[in-house]
């Protein structure tokens, strides 16, 4: 599903000033359904994740069975082994075409910023929001329909220009609109319903930009950055964290976090878990260097009321910059970012569950994306952990592995790339993997022998 990097490639500069701005100032420090909604089915918790790197361990298969039965069969992605292939398709030259006359030269993002199966279907998060002020083109909801040809549909064209993630919550995919190109400060949900048409919601209030959007205890969440006209004419921008009881229909802010009248403030990233419903986002002044990370935890309290606190100093996601969020189920989740306040700074990956969090386990490595499919996760990484983020040479170290239980991790794919990797799904028995330039990779599952 949605990744890391698919979330940064615009953003990536700014970032890397953030952090390097901390290193050198006292900055201030103050998903979701996960079952597998294409068809696949759930696995019972392994115990044989140990398995040799690029092979599968299931032994549930007969030899027969790996000569007659397609890999779209498969119902766990532990079912299969697999082999890269390479380019599958460039979904995205038409974008490319009209960008790139929007940007009259200047850099945009190219990338695959998401991938994600749904309804027999694999969606394509794409844009960038940097075009909006020059007349960029709105992004559609595009999906591969077939595997074999490897075409695409439009089945929607949203109102936006930037579409970094879909989350599927409760047997429906849902998307925040990051960019709105229409006016009046009114931000966009859209929701797509199992053989359902996309409905499109205009009704996130004072709204900027919606950045990401999750189901906690009932009720709908979404964060962005916000701010009424007069506010903004006065150079106020706030955190914004707004709640729906009504899947949308309606949309309240329940919590603002204010920039102090320079720079930028934002929620960026939400994570459901069993402690309360995380928001992490940041403040920069002017000049695009750090001033505060304003996490906080929404929780009930006895009464029923919702509570809102910063997270506690002692959590370990307190001076964490963070770059990526996934729910696993369970009321826990996968957190990647740039712990601000160690040294040397490293990209790092946490298993968030309760109200703490642990590394995930793959030490050395820069967690890119995550995909969950059923008990299942996926993770597309790179060998190396530093920040920023740099190739080894000429080319990109690519790693793929997968976790029945987040703890031990089977490798699947080990490969070379002269282009950086951006999002990953399981779909139809074979990997995908998204690139930053608009490809789209195919590494090919087949059953053991």
């Given at each position: 599903m949605a990744q890391l990097r698919t979330r940064w490639v615009q953003t990536v500069t700014m970032l890397t000033l953030l952090v390097a701005a901390v290193g050198c100032d006292d900055a201030k420090t103050s998903r979701d359904a996960t079952s597998?909604?294409?068809g696949g089915g759930t696995t019972p918790d392994a115990t044989t994740d140990g398995a040799t790197a690029g092979t599968s361990d299931s032994t549930s298969n007969a030899t027969s069975d790996a000569q007659t039965k397609p890999a779209s069969a498969a119902k766990n992605v532990s079912d299969l082994s697999y082999e890269f292939k390479g380019l599958w398709a460039t979904p995205l030259a038409d974008y490319h075409e009209a960008a790139t006359k929007a940007a009259e030269g200047k850099p945009f993002s190219q990338a695959i910023r998401d991938l994600v199966p749904f309804d027999h279907k694999l969606f394509i998060g794409y844009g960038d929001a940097s075009l909006q002020s020059a007349g960029g083109p709105p992004v559609a909801m595009r999906a591969f329909t077939d595997p074999e040809s490897a075409k695409t549909t439009d089945e929607f064209t949203s109102s936006d220009g930037q579409i970094s993630r879909f989350r599927r919550i409760d047997a429906e995919l849902w998307v925040s609109g990051e960019s709105p190109v229409e006016g009046g400060l009114l931000g966009n949900l859209y929701r797509r319903k199992v053989a359902g048409k996309w409905l499109k919601q205009r009704t996130v209030q004072s709204a900027l930009h919606?950045?990401?959007?999750?189901?906690?205890?009932?009720?709908?969440?979404?964060?962005?950055?916000?701010a009424t006209a007069k506010q903004r004419q006065a150079g106020d921008v706030y955190a914004h964290l707004w709640h729906s009881a009504d899947d949308g229909a309606t949309v309240q802010s329940v919590s603002q976090s204010w920039n102090h009248g320079v720079g930028d403030a934002r929620f960026v990233e939400l994570l459901p878990t069993s402690a309360g419903l995380l928001a992490f986002g940041y403040k920069v002044n002017e000049k695009s260097k750090l001033t505060e990370l304003p996490h906080v935890v929404?929780?009930?309290?006895k009464s029923g009321d919702w509570t809102e606190e910063p997270l506690a100093p002692t959590h370990p996601l307190k001076s964490v910059m963070v770059l990526g969020?996934?729910?696993?189920?369970q009321g826990a989740g996968v957190v990647t970012g740039v712990d601000i306040l160690k040294k040397p700074q490293k990209l790092e990956a946490w298993l968030v569950a309760g109200d703490g969090a642990t590394p995930l386990g793959l030490a050395g490595n820069a967690v890119v994306d995550v995909h969950v499919e059923g008990d299942e996760v996926v993770v597309l990484g790179r060998a190396g952990d530093a920040w920023p983020s740099t190739k080894q040479g000429n080319t990109w170290q690519v790693r793929v592995w997968r976790s029945s239980n987040l703890k031990n991790w089977t490798k699947l794919l080990d490969f070379q790339s002269g282009d950086d990797v951006t999002a990953i799904a399981w779909w139809r028995g074979d990997l995908y993997i998204g690139s930053e330039f608009g490809q789209v990779w195919r590494a090919t599952g087949a059953w053991p022998r």
């Open positions: 597998s909604l294409d919606v950045h990401d959007v999750a189901r906690h205890d009932g009720a709908l969440w979404a964060v962005g950055s916000g929404v929780a009930r309290t969020c996934w729910p696993t189920g």
